[in-house]
């Protein structure tokens, strides 16, 4: 869409009765977890009726375009004045529970390697980006993109040898306890060691 000033936006809508549609869905599901619990005492320990309800709750959540606009504006603000990552801005004004409004971005999806070749995009550089980003979301903001899969991520290509990630669809973020950050920091720092009893140890 557009808005007065010339402004090329984005308009994600939620489906229409896309709640419903969950809640039935996951009630079923729901059912078909404490069933298997029933029959098979050995399912019990993959605790399925307690991951239907998270897994329910989390696409509710998906739903609410306050809570992901809210989510994405944090993201910015982090991430302001950053060459690593850019996020589109969003219009709040315009933006409701079941549509947010945000700025049209211009990138490359990151899995198309062929496209991004073609742009001379420097790869390594990308992938070093990709690393930085994820541990300062991690580790600096305690505050990262949990659905970071190739859909949601896109390169600017405006600068080919010093390349931009561009991410969207900020529905799911996370955060870390300190204990668990300090889990993950040994841990990677023994795959880097290549010291894989280390990994198996924690």
């Not at 980006?129 to 949990?146: D, I, L, P, R, W």
Request: with cysteine; net charge positive.
């Amino acid at each position: 869409g557009k808005l007065l000033d010339g402004s090329s936006v984005i308009l994600k809508i939620v489906r229409p009765g896309i709640e419903v549609a969950i809640r039935e869905n996951m009630a079923l599901l729901n059912s078909l977890a404490r069933l298997a619990n029933n029959l098979a005492p050995s399912i019990r320990r993959y605790h399925l009726p307690m991951l239907m309800r998270d897994q329910e709750k989390i696409m509710l959540k998906e739903t609410d375009m306050h809570s992901e606009s809210r989510n994405q504006i944090q993201l910015r603000r982090n991430f302001a004045g950053s060459d690593l990552l850019y996020v589109p801005r969003v219009y709040t004004d315009y933006t409701r529970s079941n549509l947010m409004v945000m700025e049209q971005i211009e990138g490359i999806s990151i899995r198309q390697v062929t496209a991004l070749k073609d742009k001379q995009v420097d790869l390594k550089t990308l992938a070093h980006k990709g690393v930085e980003t994820f541990f300062t979301q991690v580790f600096e903001h305690n505050f990262f993109h949990a659905d970071m899969h190739p859909g949601n991520i896109f390169v600017s290509t405006s600068s080919p040898q010093n390349p931009q990630y561009i991410a969207i669809d900020c529905a799911i973020m996370g955060s870390l306890s300190i204990s668990d950050q300090e889990y993950l920091a040994r841990n990677l720092l023994a795959i880097f060691k290549r010291d894989y009893r280390k990994v198996a140890e924690l």
